[in-house]
């Protein structure tokens, strides 16, 4: 399969949080034939392995699931409301067309609402978790579940991948499986480059990311790497609406984005910058809080603490239908992480104090 075949396939695919398992055989059926060998654990993650035999573990990863709902009740007329299922956006839920996935197969279902010149006295009524709903075109609860329907079923967005001006991929639940087609392009052009790593890389696809690290958290243990490199989005702050002062300055297009943090270690982040320079990668720099917020903290505080760095692309409209990224910037992630895996010596020290 070509790369942009399995972009497309694979990011078109559902993922949602904890029903992963369909995204993660297309993105294991490709990536096979630039791994050694490969293993998944009991929830869905995947990993593919480079040098299973060496015993400095390096790990590359991304995370699976996308946002969505699950059925949470079933009204006696046959509308449906919803939960969360990770950070879905009650927001951007009104006159959007949904998947519902249950086990008769997937079914068409609107999120519906009422027409503007009918609410009550001209107010805008905000879509809540407590007013939005789901219509599937019955007018009964029974008919409802009869349908295949009930409470659990999980819901995602039927939104696909499109491009804008030739630059940028748009579509849903670019966070994070376009990080999985990221790591998957290393392996690939580690196999067709022929270079020789002297460790062992784990090219790890998380499940469960939306809802916790979950995902990785588990993994972590598993492995038990050396050092760890993670890839996520992170939000780019030119477009309207967003606070450079509360968010940084990022912008999709600049390349990748390179975190500041407790769970970043300085002497990893250090070197990356270092490849970046050299090898005339640009990027960008950002700081985190107490904490990422993404699978960096998972790996970086397991094992009795792991080398951890994170490399962000720049995304636009985060956990939305529309979520935008600059294929420049893909492009330089996937470069930055190939560059620096085949410069890295895993004799580094990485202690703070000796």
């Keep these: 399969m070509d790369s942009n075949t399995f972009l497309y396939k694979y990011l078109n695919n559902a993922s949602p949080t904890g029903f992963e398992a369909s995204g993660q055989q297309i993105w294991l059926d490709y990536l096979k034939p630039f791994v050694d060998n490969y293993f998944t654990d009991n929830y869905g993650t995947a990993v593919g392995v480079i040098n299973p035999e060496a015993p400095f573990k390096f790990v590359i990863e991304a995370h699976a699931d996308e946002i969505s709902w699950f059925v949470n ?48 006295d001209g107010k805008e009524d905000a879509p809540t978790l407590d007013n939005i709903f789901l219509d599937v075109g019955a007018r009964t609860k029974a008919e409802v579940e009869e349908m295949g329907i009930h409470v659990g079923c999980v819901i995602t967005f039927q939104d696909e991948l499109i491009e804008l001006n030739g630059k940028f991929y748009s579509g849903r639940a670019l966070d994070n499986r376009i990080g999985g087609y990221m790591i998957a392009q290393v392996a690939r052009r580690l196999k067709e480059s022929g270079k020789k790593l002297p460790f062992g890389l784990y090219v790890v696809n998380a499940v469960q990311e939306e809802i916790g690290l979950r995902g990785a958290e588990m993994i972590a243990e ?50 990356i910058i270092a490849t970046a320079t050299k090898k005339e990668i640009p990027f960008q720099r950002s700081a985190a809080s107490r904490s990422t917020g993404t699978d960096t903290d998972a790996f970086a505080y397991s094992n009795g603490g792991v080398p951890s760095a994170l490399i962000s692309l720049p995304l636009k409209y985060m956990h939305t239908t529309v979520e935008t990224a600059s294929k420049e910037d893909i492009e330089q992630v996937i470069n930055l992480m190939y560059e620096f895996l085949i410069e890295f010596d895993p004799s580094f020290d990485f202690r703070y104090i000796k």
């Design 73 to 120: 009740y079933i009204k006696d007329d046959g509308y449906i409301y919803v939960r969360r299922n990770g950070g879905s956006d009650h927001m951007i839920a009104p006159s959007m067309r949904v998947n519902i996935h249950t086990d008769k197969g997937v079914l068409p279902g609107v999120f519906g609402w009422p027409a503007i010149h009918v609410r009550k």
């Design 222 to 271: 598993r492995i038990k790497p050396n050092v760890a490199i993670i890839t996520d989005v992170c939000h780019d702050t030119t477009a309207p609406m967003y606070s450079k002062i509360a968010s940084g300055d990022q912008t999709a297009g600049k390349g990748p984005v390179l975190t500041y943090g407790a769970s970043v270690h300085k002497k990893l982040l250090d070197l």
